[in-house]
């Protein structure tokens, strides 16, 4: 499984353009990728600051998603302020989803899924080991 908790700065001014986009953004998602698992916007508590959280059944799937042509489609470069991706990781018995893992790119992977996968590399923490459950 591959979950990240994205926190999103918007430029003023453009919060409703921002949320029509992710709204398209989470239904062409959740019709079109069997293997999402969750995919879900928030506001924050400040204004212009929002937080997706993404799971998918794997880092392939994860992949997949960011490179996908309505992923692409937008001009999210003329709204997003700043944009940091953080790999979080469920707490077993607290959480449905199951840990974050990086695994390999299969064989006869797209030179796009290898770009993308240099781009977005999960970051499993140390620390995370002895706390998941076995």
């Known amino acids: 499984m591959a979950t ?3 926190h999103i700065e918007i430029n003023p001014g453009k ?3 921002f949320e029509e986009v992710m709204k398209e953004m989470y239904r062409r998602t959740h019709a079109e990728e ?3 698992v969750r ?3 928030f506001r ?3 204004p212009s600051f929002y937080y997706c959280l993404l799971s998918f059944t794997d880092r392939l799937s ?3 998603h ?3 042509d309505y992923h692409e489609g937008f001009d999210f470069a003329s709204m997003i302020r700043s944009l940091e991706m953080e790999w979080v990781d469920p707490v077993t018995g607290a959480s449905p989803l199951i840990p974050t893992e990086s695994s390999g790119l299969p064989e006869g992977a797209s030179e796009s899924i290898k770009s993308a996968a240099e781009m977005y590399q999960v970051v499993v923490q140390s620390w995370w080991q002895q706390h998941r459950s076995t």
């Open 62 to 64: 994860f992949l997949q």
């Open 66 to 68: 960011q490179i996908s």
């Open 34 to 36: 069997p293997n999402c």
């Open 4 to 6: 990240l908790l994205c």
């Open 44 to 46: 924050g508590a400040r």
């Open 15 to 17: 919060e409703e353009e």
């Open 39 to 41: 995919y879900e916007y």
